[in-house]
């Protein structure tokens, strides 16, 4: 039968402040997968702990999970605790199950609110449940830990499997940027002299006063002689073939703005992911407000490098065909004026995604509170430079490579996906058993 679960339990809010938790010897239950800790308890009880708050936050409704927690325990001010009135009625690890496999039908559809979504607890207390006799509930708990013991299982091999080729990725980018990937063809202009090339048109900028000098750090960190190149490549420096800069001297959060008011992109540390650029939640600025700022705008291919903050040392290309514009954590390294055809830029940003440009990226990095990378240390990157051709055949070669081992790794994370809805199918079908069982 079915029965109102504000009816057979108690539901109560919690008292604690995530942030005012004070650690101490009770589990703290909070919204997130760890939990902490409190030096006082709420409850000492076996409950249900459901979100009253979108997982997700603004402006969509998720939950990601329905927690069970049972003894002396503190709980957040941003969940509740379902707790059975009987527990010789209905156990309430049998009411997780239930509740956990089925939010989206009974606990996320009753989630309202436009930008802040929360699930109102009156809401919860008018959801139905079904509820079978105490022997059976029992039997569900056992085939709910069995599969989930299963599925624990098979998410271990599906982990292990995507490990396997991550790991390839990064050993398909380290052949690359050795010059093993593709093969060399005596034809090639060596990179010696296109760096040449590209260090002379740097100089007539810098005596047209297009271009200022950059100042490198110089310092005697490299990794270069632990690695053979090719005959035909070359180390250089970032500050070789790249203009490096990013935002300085300005006062810029007044002048931030959502979509529907400003006209410019402006590309931050969030937006910087490794090789391409995330386009959700961008903020704009003024036309008028990037013009001022010219030397920072981003108006042709190039890389753009996180620097400080989360995701330091990030790097996506920029290829977008319309002005944008850096924020004040985000740097970018962009081909000399008159060079844009001597370097491809993507070849150089899968350079920074191997171990090798990693180590080449963070050489010069302090160990501080707040780590960061400065100009100085981006141009004094060392970079191994291929004939621009090889550049070109590196990188359809890595896109290639990259592009079987993508559909690899979707179709493993879409077999995890059908065993996570097989074992919640399975789980269905015993409530919906036990229901027709008890009508």
């Not at 296109?194 to 750090?217: F, N, P, V, W, Y």
């Not at 707040?370 to 060392?382: A, C, F, Y």
Request: hydrophobic share 40%; charged share 30%.
């Amino acid at each position: 039968m079915k029965y109102r679960l504000g009816d057979i339990c108690t539901i109560t809010k919690g008292e604690t402040g995530i942030m005012k938790a004070i650690p101490g010897p009770y589990t703290m239950i909070t919204l997130g997968e760890t939990d902490k800790t409190h030096n006082q308890y709420q409850f000492d009880a076996k409950a249900v702990i459901i979100p009253l708050v979108s997982s997700t936050g603004h402006g969509h409704a998720s939950m990601k999970r329905v927690k069970y927690c049972e003894g002396k325990f503190a709980l957040g001010n941003i969940l509740c605790a379902v707790i059975p009135k009987d527990e010789n009625f209905v156990l309430a690890k049998y009411l997780h199950i239930y509740l956990h496999w089925n939010r989206e039908e009974l606990l996320v559809s009753q989630m309202k609110g436009m930008a802040n979504v929360s699930l109102p607890m009156n809401r919860i207390a008018d959801v139905m449940v079904t509820v079978p006799s105490i022997d059976k509930q029992r039997e569900i708990i056992e085939l709910e830990k069995k599969l989930v013991e299963k599925e624990l299982e098979s998410d271990k091999i599906f982990a292990d499997h995507l490990t396997l080729l991550t790991q390839l990725e990064q050993a398909i980018l380290q052949e690359a940027v050795q010059g093993k990937l593709v093969a060399q063809d005596s034809n090639d202009e060596p990179a010696s002299e296109l760096l040449k090339r590209i260090k002379a048109q740097k100089e007539a900028l810098i005596k047209a006063k297009k271009l200022k000098s950059g100042k490198s750090t110089e310092q005697s960190v490299s990794y270069i002689d632990e690695y053979e190149i090719p005959k035909s490549w070359v180390w250089c420096k970032t500050d070789d073939i790249f203009f490096v800069t990013k935002l300085a001297g300005f006062e810029y959060t007044e002048h931030i703005k959502l979509r529907e008011d400003g006209e410019i992109p402006v590309v931050r540390a969030q937006n910087v992911r490794p090789l391409e650029i995330d386009k959700t939640n961008l903020l704009y600025i003024d036309k008028e407000v990037s013009q001022l700022l010219d030397r920072c705008a981003l108006t042709k291919k190039c890389l753009l490098v996180t620097f400080i903050g989360a995701g330091i040392g990030d790097v996506a290309t920029f290829k977008e065909n319309e002005r944008w514009h850096l924020a004040p954590n985000v740097a970018k390294m962009e081909p000399f004026e008159g060079c844009e055809e001597m370097i491809d830029v993507t070849y150089v940003n899968y350079f920074l995604m191997s171990k090798i440009g990693q180590r080449e990226l963070f050489k010069h990095i302090k160990a501080t509170a707040q780590p960061s990378l400065s100009m100085g240390t981006i141009r004094d990157i060392d970079i191994p430079l291929p004939p621009l051709s090889e550049q070109k055949r590196i990188v359809a070669e890595i896109e290639k490579q990259l592009a079987k081992i993508k559909q690899l790794k979707e179709h493993i994370i879409a077999n995890q996906q059908a065993t996570e809805q097989l074992l919640k199918a399975l789980l269905h079908q015993a409530f919906e058993v036990r229901e027709v069982e008890e009508s």
